[in-house]
């Protein structure tokens, strides 16, 4: 079985108007969502008057003149105030759009002259710190090297999510250069944004490397927020955190504009409280790309609206494999596991147990290789693509940086991950060819379309992760816990973690993966369990736990 340790380190998500009013759930919302001067307000944090709200309660109450896309934003920039400022300094975000407020007026004004565009209309949607936006927001992947840095154009994800009338609020803080930097890293810290922090318990860790996804997401200091993974980074925070995550088929999404790590694993995708509301930002994102080759693929095979494959009674008939290879899981985190399993049969799937992927694939060393290789090549690419005045150049200069500011870059770790990197041929080299080939095969065909063809599954589920570990500058990461990420990552395969409960006041999450492009079935399968089981709770901002 994987060592989820060392993978981690490889690769490293009228009525309802009336409601905001009164913070009151959304019908579909998932039992045991927060209300105004709940759960939040019990950890010293100050009431929210859009705790758990949802697109559907935010169009709402702009449709009926409750609110405006104006005052929402003032509300979520007052809420990032609140928590990563003063408060319990989450440090999830590293900096708020100040073109917001003004974006968000003109949205108003459309609205009032032609109605909204579509359900992303004055909604606000933070992203991680390596999307890029041409704006007055930088991006730069956490890092001290890319200080100032604005891309010549914005990625094709946040001209897409300007097209549908989202505010772009934010850029959120993640683990730097998305954990592929020190061996003994520490998810969640830049050089940029420091560390951020779990907000169900604040010295205990947010995983990565979408941490600010993940925490800002939970903590609802935005609508909507996007993460990046290649190897666990939109499961793993989203697990943590207690939201919703989907790791798209790689081609959903274009990465144009997405600093890399893996043009064959990386992906952006939803990191959200509800599927609901994941699936609602999943469709208008999508769309061929000529800067992205891979999304050529997913012409025929993506939708512009994921809602409409919502389906309270999904789970209805749908053949679930359930994967025990997965191994690190603790007996209380595997009882909620057996609870979610049964809760899915109650709800009328057809359980096959076992369902196991075989292992030999993903084990450490050949993906650690290729994203070795492919690190070099894509960053070299992207920094090219900033024109002259980049104030990097290339990975050397990075790794080159990294060394004259070690005293503000490298206080607790390393980059050994840069320099193992910068060390690699070029893609042409046969052992990468090599190594690409069988991860990706053992994955795919021998692997997840295999295991799904012989039981003639739906969906293979696996718990997400474990339980967050306390944040440790000296040691790094503790992940002494299991993972089922993996075989999805290296395949390029969608993947989708939904709450699943709470082992001593931490959220874990189950996970539901399949075939290549078959979000629209996991989605089902998704919104079923969760309206099953309402697991999600809003977080209490404890300073500790246990």
Same mark, same amino acid.
Request: negative net charge; aromatic residues 6%.
């Given at each position: ?73 003032? =509300? ?103 954990? &592929? ?20 318990? =604040? ?38 955190? +207690? ?57 025929? %095979? ?14 209805? +008939? ?9 191994? +690190? ?26 369902? %196991? ?22 960053? %070299? ?61 053992? %994955? ?67 996970? &539901? ?27 209490? &901002? ?5």
């Amino acid at each position: 079985m994987i060592d989820r340790r060392r993978f981690i380190g490889t690769s490293v998500a009228g009525g309802a108007a009336a409601a905001l009013g009164t913070a009151a759930c959304a019908p579909d919302a998932p039992q045991g969502a927060g209300v105004e001067g709940g759960a939040s307000a019990a950890g010293g944090v100050p009431p929210f008057e859009l705790d758990e709200a949802t697109v559907a309660d935010l169009q709402a109450a702009m449709a009926s003149g409750e609110r405006t896309a104006r005052s929402i934003t003032q =509300l979520y920039l007052d809420r990032i105030e609140a928590l990563d400022g003063r408060g319990p300094e989450l440090r999830s975000v590293i900096e708020t759009n100040p073109e917001a407020l003004d974006i968000a007026d003109q949205l108003d004004a459309e609205r009032q002259a032609s109605g909204p565009r579509g359900p992303l209309h004055g909604i606000p949607v933070a992203l991680k710190d390596n999307i890029d936006t041409h704006d007055r927001m930088t991006t730069t992947a956490g890092s001290l090297a890319l200080e100032g840095s604005i891309p010549r154009q914005d990625s094709f994800i946040a001209e897409r999510l300007r097209k549908a009338g989202a505010i772009i609020l934010a850029k959120l803080n993640m683990s730097e250069w998305a954990y &592929f930097r020190g061996e003994r890293a520490t998810s969640g810290w830049s050089a940029r944004g420091g560390q951020c922090r779990n907000p169900y318990a =604040l010295d205990r860790n947010p995983c990565g490397s979408s941490s600010g996804s993940g925490t800002a997401g939970s903590a609802n200091l935005s609508a909507l927020t996007i993460g990046t993974e290649t190897g666990g980074s939109i499961m793993c925070p989203s697990s943590i955190n +207690g939201i919703v995550g989907i790791k798209p088929t790689v081609g959903l999404w274009s990465r144009s504009g997405v600093i890399p790590i893996s043009h064959s694993q990386d992906t952006a995708g939803p990191m959200c409280r509800t599927v609901r509301d994941a699936a609602v930002l999943l469709g208008p994102v999508t769309g061929v790309d000529p800067r992205d080759p891979a999304t050529a693929a997913s012409a025929g %095979n993506s939708h512009a609206d994921y809602s409409r494959f919502l389906d309270a009674g999904g789970l209805q +008939g749908a053949r679930i494999g359930v994967a025990r290879s997965f191994g +690190g899981f603790t007996p209380e985190e595997m009882a909620l596991f057996e609870d979610a399993v049964q809760a899915m049969r109650e709800a009328g799937a057809e359980i096959v147990d076992p369902a %196991n992927l075989p292992d030999a694939a993903w084990n450490d060393e050949q993906p650690l290789l290729v994203l070795e290789y492919e690190f070099k090549a894509n960053l %070299n690419a992207y920094l090219a693509s900033l024109g002259p005045d980049a104030p990097v150049k290339t990975l050397a200069e990075v790794i080159e940086f990294n060394e004259r500011n070690a005293d503000v870059e490298m206080p607790h770790f390393g980059q050994q991950r840069l320099i193992a990197s910068e060390a690699r041929g070029p893609l042409t080299d046969q052992v990468y060819l090599d190594a690409v080939r069988t991860i990706q095969r053992g %994955n795919r065909e021998d692997g997840i379309d295999a295991l799904m063809d012989e039981h003639n599954l739906d969906a293979i589920a696996a718990p997400t992760m474990g339980v967050a570990w306390k944040t440790d500058h000296i040691i790094g990461d503790r992940l002494t816990g299991g993972s089922s990420a993996g075989p999805a990552a290296i395949a390029g395969y969608p993947d989708i973690s939904v709450p699943m409960g709470f082992v001593s006041e931490l959220p874990v999450g189950v996970s &539901f993966f399949g075939r290549r492009w078959s979000e629209p079935t996991l989605i089902r399968i998704a919104y079923a369990f969760e309206q099953a089981t309402g697991h999600r709770r809003p977080p209490t &901002f404890a300073e500790t736990l246990g």
